[in-house]
């Protein structure tokens, strides 16, 4: 009788092949001081370099495991390729996060007061807006110039663009009511957002990466409800009136307003794609706008109290918490959970900063409707939050998977290792 029990299920089995390069590949890429995307596409193109050496040398004649570790072994270890890979794509991190929040350093100045010493105070606002506009296309340019795509240090500046070259733009204004002009900025801007979305969202859609966003229903459901809980509120205020008049005139607002909140995070799919939740700094920058333009915290405080240092909080806040903070959280954390915090605790901290200190400058001054103001703006911070909840949710779920196919790997990262590879070969 055998005394001896059997193996079979008493021992792990040893790892496979793609085991092993999984691992090989996890102990280089966390030696990369790059980006989430551009680390991804360089562990992939390494992927498909390694795959491709074993299988020649299976083709030679060698085992799988002995073709495997010869690879490895041309290839080098992992600290000695990680080193060669950081000097070959490793941008000093402090330039790209310094890229990241320029525009967030041009209009935390502009909130100083920077540009109010140019004659005139129109001219001053117009140099702020324009210069804004500029900082970003700059910062674009850049990226797609260096990598022929937006570069997760553009996102800020994309972002911000997308709803700071409509609201602030000069548009016609004709005094006669009901001309054109009237009513045609607002819905311009929706047309123009609604566009950009329906392209970007196509081009998600087309993704075979795309995956289910149902996990961020119920947060947008819930953002819808609050936004709709104004026009209700005002149907049911006036019980007399026409319900139905109330809601067409309430209507046409209600959808701008979840144009300017959705929209972007719409627009930010196809960056999700490659960057996972990095991309939630487009919707970030993009509430700034709403939070610097819709809400402007600081707007008569100055009225009702002589409090210079309340205002001066209240005008930087903004570009402190959504174009600063942001990114630099963002961008320098190496995990999803890391940077899933570190768009929404920043904004969260700013709003209800701004919050506390609007609603306690305007208290102290005795004046009616501070409840009825510091309610608004308290809902509608809320839905902010929420929101960028919702946006990290839905990139990380659209976010790139682990293993991806090879093919969508950055032609420029390519080209460099590839070459790398071939005067190491030419040198053996």
Known sequence: MNKHPQSTGTCPDPPTSKQKIQRYLSE????????????????????????EATAELRAGGLGEEESLAAAIRKFGSSREVGRMLNRLHGEPLWMKVGLAILPGLFALLGSYGLFSALPGGKMGEAVQHVGLIFICVLVIAAGLASERRLPVWSYPAWGLLLLRMWLGFPWPSVDQPGSFWTVAPPLLMLGGLATIAGISGYQAWRSPGLRSCRPALPLLSLIILIAGAFPAASIVAYRDADWGSIFLAMLPLFLWWMGLLVLPVV??????????????????????????????????ILIWTSNYGAVRLLSALPALAF???????????????????????????????????????????????????????????????ALL????????????????????????????????????????
Do not use: C, M
């Open 323 to 385: 174009l600063i903070a942001p990114p630099v959280s963002v961008l320098l954390s190496r995990q999803t959970k890391a940077r899933f915090w570190g768009l929404v605790l920043p904004p969260l901290l700013g709003l209800l900063s701004l919050w506390l200190i609007r609603t306690t400058a305007l208290q102290s001054t005795g004046i009616e409707g501070v409840a009825q103001s510091s309610l608004t703006h308290g809902v509608g911070g809320a839905q902010l939050v």
């Open 267 to 300: 627009i930010g799919l196809p960056l999700a794609l490659r960057s996972g939740v990095v991309a939630g700094l487009t919707v970030v920058a993009a509430q700034y706008v709403v939070v610097e333009e819709l809400f402007d915290p600081a707007y008569g």
């Open 28 to 51: 280089i890429a966390s030696q990369l001081n790059l980006d989430p995307t551009r680390k991804q596409d360089i562990v992939e193109e390494l992927r498909s370099h390694l795959e």
């Open 389 to 428: 909840a919702v946006a990290g949710l839905v990139d990380h779920r659209v976010g790139p998977r682990r293993g991806a196919r090879a093919g969508s790997i950055n032609n420029a990262a390519s080209g460099s290792i590839s070459s790398s590879w071939a005067v190491d070969e030419r040198r053996a």
